[in-house]
């Protein structure tokens, strides 16, 4: 069944799906793990596992809701280093 629908997708649609499928299954593995890019918190491991649940469900709609979650804690990962004052020595 899935040959069937895949002879009638272009190679963007199969890029894309494909990109949000190893999002899906990373986002989640990194929640659970409490790992992405660096430690996380709680609250960021819920976001990514959630975030895994929604591009794992083939609608476009939670695919954004997923990339958004995903998109939230990189951002918060990647202004943490900012934030912080640098070392005195």
């Known amino acids: 069944m899935i040959v069937q629908g895949a002879a009638k ?8 799906v494909s990109l949000t499928a190893m999002i899906g299954v990373g986002a989640p593995a990194g929640g659970m793990q409490g790992w992405l890019l660096k430690k996380t918190l709680a609250f960021e491991c819920w976001l990514l596992i959630i975030a895994g649940l929604a591009l794992v469900y083939p609608q476009a709609l939670f695919d954004y809701i997923g990339i958004a979650l995903v998109v939230v804690v990189v951002i918060q990962k990647l202004r943490k280093d900012e934030s912080r004052p640098a070392a005195v020595t």
């Open 9 to 16: 997708a272009s190679v963007a649609d199969i890029a894309l």
